[in-house]
Each structure stands twice: as C-alpha cells, then as structure tokens.
C-alpha cells in the first residue's frame, strides 16, 4: 500500500514516516506539495485568544469550549484571522512525541523514519509567466543495511 497526502494531507503522510519509523504498514509514501509540518513544541494559547476575542472570556476550558462551538463559523474566522492578520500559524498541530515531533532533522539524522520509498514534489508558482509551472520532484529510495552494517 502507499499512502498520499497533498497539501496538508502530505503533511500527514509524512509525520506518519515519523511517528512509525519501524512499525509502518505501508511500502511507499508520496507527498504532493508540501514539507515537514510546523508544530507547536509545548501546548499554544492560540484557541483561548480566539475565545478572548470571540466573547467567550473567563470561562472554564470546558465552557470555553462549548461557547465557541455556538459560535457562527464565519464569526470565528473573522475573530482567528483578527489575532492572526496573515492567517498562518493560528493553529498549528501540537509535537506530542508521539504523532508529531519537534525534532524533525534530528529524528532524520537518527534514521528515526519510515525506511519506504518516498516521492515528494512541490509545485513552484514564482515563474515570471502564469501558466507555466515547475515540478520539482525528489526521489528517496529505500536503503537497507547487510548483515555487515553496509548500504544495499
């Protein structure tokens, strides 16, 4: 089996070659647009400064919680991209060590990831003419050890 992920689902593919370095269930991963996800290392205030903002202010986290799903999703929207004027990095995934690591090129380096073959392509749209685009596309093949440590 091979698992695919574009955008954010490549994302997804590829903190899964993290998160079963040794364990995988799948022979090959191909991710589409995309790179090693940003992650929160610790936890992140970013779901309690949308509630702060949104009315839903001194409140437990559990009815923090059930007053923002009364919200008006656009009215959320609206109160998220006000904290956050550019819309990114709002809401992050947290690195819990389990699905999603904040040591990404360490885990790398380690050789803690999936040993699959895995294609990866990214999509360049700063081309000076609109409807031409650019694939650049890696190929990572499978590299194992012999019973003598060395690369086959």
Partial sequence: MVLWGQSAGANA???????????????????SSSGVSTTYPTNS???????????????????????MQKLDALELQKKTVAISPDNRGSFLPLADGVSLFANMTERWEKGFVAKVVSFFFFFVSSVPIPQISISIFFLIPVREEDEKGGLV
Avoid at 13 to 31: C, K, Q, R
Avoid at 45 to 67: I, K, M, P, R, Y
């Fill in 45 to 67: 205030s970013s779901f309690h400064d949308v509630a702060q903002t949104a009315g839903c202010a001194n409140l437990t986290d559990t009815e923090e919680l059930a007053c």
């Fill in 13 to 31: 593919v590829l903190a899964y070659t993290y998160a079963h370095p040794t364990d995988t269930i799948v022979s090959g991963v191909i991710a």
